[in-house]
């Protein structure tokens, strides 16, 4: 049963670029959740979403970020317009209904230059 | 004052040792519970999980909920270098999704 996969692993742009990250939640999980993770903080909630739809984006920056997990396909992060305070590792996490314990993917290390 | 506090340590013992992890909260209504370990430049793994007050244990993990003192605490015995890592409590409120709070993690070594 593989667990939540994450890609990329590293994921390297330049000021301005976007940057697209992909999270394929475990097997029967239809939740899933995005958080962002910077140096000597702890994982921040970004948004949560069920398929197709989005349920909780009380954590994402209000301009430049988006989110989807469409019914067919992995879930994407959006980050349009990089620019050097995005540069963090983001961390996908996906549950089964109803429960709360959610299991993360290995992360995305964003690096801005 | 942040909803969640942990100290970030590091921690380091040596192997054998018995090594206590604690958490405070602010919010009174979180009722889920839950450590997660996450080596280094990985993800985080769920250790453990526990709804509302109370002990429980697994292995040599043992985590204790006390939510009239807003504490949360995780024991962990006969520590080996392999638990070296971040631990990272987090809680959750009583609905029907959560969204999960995490505090900053403690970084943990254990020296052989």
Same mark, same amino acid.
């Given at each position: 049963?593989?667990?939540?996969?994450?890609?990329?692993?590293?994921?390297?742009? #330049?000021?301005?670029?976007?940057?697209?990250?992909?999270?394929?939640?475990?097997?029967?999980?239809?939740?899933?959740?995005?958080?962002?993770?910077?140096? @000597?903080?702890? +994982?921040?909630?970004?948004?949560?979403?069920?398929?197709?739809?989005?349920?909780?984006?009380?954590?994402?920056?209000? @301009?430049?970020?988006?989110?989807?997990?469409?019914?067919?396909?992995?879930?994407? +992060? #959006?980050?349009?317009?990089?620019?050097?305070?995005?540069?963090?590792?983001?961390?996908?996490?996906?549950?089964?209904?109803?429960?709360?314990?959610?299991?993360?993917?290995?992360?995305?290390?964003?690096?801005? +230059? | 004052?942040?909803?969640?506090?942990?100290?970030?340590? &590091?921690? %380091?013992?040596?192997?054998?040792?018995?090594?206590?992890? $604690?958490?405070?909260?602010? $919010? !009174?209504?979180?009722?889920?519970?839950?450590?997660?370990?996450?080596?280094?430049?990985?993800?985080?793994?769920?250790?453990?999980?526990?709804?509302? !007050? /109370? $002990?429980?244990?697994?292995?040599?993990?043992?985590?204790?909920?006390?939510?009239?003192?807003?504490?949360? %605490?995780?024991?962990?015995?006969?520590?080996? &270098?392999?638990?070296?890592? *971040?631990?990272?409590?987090?809680?959750?409120?009583?609905?029907?999704?959560?969204?999960?709070?995490?505090?900053? /993690? *403690? !970084?943990?070594?254990?020296? &052989?």
């Amino acid at each position: 049963n593989a667990g939540v996969m994450q890609n990329p692993r590293h994921l390297v742009r #330049r000021r301005g670029q976007e940057a697209r990250l992909r999270c394929s939640p475990m097997k029967g999980h239809s939740h899933v959740y995005w958080y962002r993770q910077l140096p @000597e903080e702890g +994982l921040k909630f970004m948004v949560y979403l069920q398929k197709e739809n989005i349920i909780d984006e009380s954590g994402m920056p209000k @301009e430049r970020f988006s989110a989807e997990f469409p019914k067919e396909g992995p879930s994407i +992060l #959006r980050i349009q317009q990089v620019v050097r305070g995005d540069s963090a590792a983001y961390f996908c996490a996906s549950s089964p209904a109803r429960y709360n314990e959610q299991f993360f993917g290995p992360g995305t290390r964003l690096t801005v +230059l | 004052q942040k909803e969640v506090e942990q100290d970030p340590g &590091p921690l %380091s013992v040596p192997e054998g040792a018995i090594v206590s992890l $604690n958490c405070t909260y602010s $919010n !009174s209504a979180f009722q889920y519970f839950m450590w997660y370990r996450q080596y280094s430049r990985k993800g985080p793994e769920l250790l453990m999980y526990t709804y509302s !007050s /109370g $002990n429980k244990e697994d292995g040599r993990f043992t985590a204790q909920v006390d939510k009239s003192s807003k504490y949360i %605490s995780l024991f962990i015995r006969d520590s080996q &270098p392999s638990d070296s890592a *971040t631990y990272l409590c987090a809680m959750s409120l009583k609905t029907s999704y959560d969204k999960v709070i995490f505090g900053p /993690g *403690t !970084s943990l070594s254990v020296i &052989p």
